[in-house]
Nanobody
């Protein structure tokens, strides 16, 4: 069964850093691009970052470009999101998943909550 387990969130002051991790299972992880999404209170879920199947290509939302870095380790089925220079507007629950249209997209983990506040 497809499963995503996110971790690494927490409370951090503006300007701080966090590293999120996601462990995926139930599908051939190395064959698929992976995404990080986030959903802030009262807002729709948005795509934050994408990494290709072997990690050669990455893309970022304009709001996080230059501050966030996505990476992956196909040996252990993990994808990471290094978040630096965090801002209050980064406060959200963060999820990992594949792109819409794939069957795995129907499965969502519990997410990991990031709160940026002084």
């Amino acid at each position: 069964q497809v499963r995503f387990v996110e971790s690494g969130g927490g409370l951090v002051q503006p300007g701080g850093s966090l590293r999120l991790s996601c462990t995926a299972s139930g599908f051939i992880f190395r064959s698929f691009a992976m995404n990080w999404y986030r959903q802030a209170p009262g807002k729709e879920r948005e795509l934050v970052a994408t990494i290709s199947d072997y990690g050669r290509t990455t893309n970022y939302a304009d709001s996080v470009k230059g501050r966030f870095t996505i990476s992956r380790d196909n040996a252990v089925n993990k994808v990471y999101l290094q978040m630096n220079s965090l801002k209050p507007e980064d406060t959200a629950v963060y999820y990992c998943n594949v792109r819409p249209g794939l069957s795995m997209y129907d499965y969502w983990g519990q997410g990991t909550r990031v709160t940026v506040s002084s």
